[in-house]
T-cell receptor
């Protein structure tokens, strides 16, 4: 069964500093990987996704993530965070889309706090 | 509508009550998903529809949970005889034909509190 681990429950960074959020996955085949962001009281918004090809993927809001098969990781990065980036971030893994098997498995999330 | 709409936004139920949570997906979205998000946790898959067909209900925690989408548009998640452990945010998501979970649009959720 697929699973996702986000080792950091809470991270605090200064505005303008760089950010890396960790994600490790477990899945028997080539995974579909996602990062979502959730602001308080809001639904989840897709930041980026990896299906195949270039292992460095670019997303919205200046985020990027790198797929490393050897480390089973898909870490999210941003070179310079803004106060508006404060939110909860979820990594997710999905099985390749098969009819009747359309579920994402999410990690427990990392809460990001930005300090001035 | 412009996005996925869920109602009510908040629901307080006494233990043992039945509740019904509504999801109105983006117009034209064929796939619809329900997720349960407990406090401090990530969302967990409950069930998946393609049009009116419920293709996967393996995540429903018990037979007290029931979901339907009779006309392939609006969906209702019903929980019978609610228990305290059912307290969570229930998220609905939808996507276009052929995209499945690849590009999901989530609603803001219904926060259910069972007292």
């Amino acid at each position: 069964a697929q699973s996702v681990t986000q080792p950091d429950i809470h991270i605090t960074v200064s505005e303008g500093a760089s950010l890396e959020l960790r994600c490790n996955y477990s899945y028997g085949a080539t995974p579909y990987l996602f990062w979502y962001v959730q602001s308080p009281g809001q639904g989840l918004q897709l930041l980026l996704k990896y299906f195949s090809g270039d292992t460095l993927v670019q997303g919205i809001k200046g985020f990027e993530a790198e797929f490393k098969r050897s480390q089973s990781s898909f870490n999210l990065r941003k070179p310079s965070v803004h106060w508006s980036d404060a939110a909860e971030y979820f990594c997710a893994v999905g099985a390749k889309a098969n009819f009747g098997n359309e579920k994402l498995t999410f990690g427990t999330g990392t809460r990001l706090t930005i300090i001035p | 509508g412009a996005g996925v709409s869920q109602s009510p936004r908040y629901k307080v139920a006494k233990r043992g009550q039945d509740v019904a949570l509504r999801c109105d997906p983006i117009s034209g979205h064929v796939s619809l998903f329900w997720y349960q998000q407990a406090l401090g946790q990530g969302p967990e898959f409950l069930t998946y529809f393609q049009n009116e067909a419920q293709l996967d209900k393996s995540g429903l925690p018990s037979d007290r949970f029931f979901a339907e989408r009779p006309e392939g548009s609006v969906s209702t998640l019903k929980i019978q005889r609610t228990q305290q452990e059912d307290s969570a945010v229930y998220l609905c998501a939808s996507s276009l034909w052929g995209q499945g979970y690849e590009k999901l649009f989530f609603g803001s959720g219904t926060q259910l509190s069972v007292l």
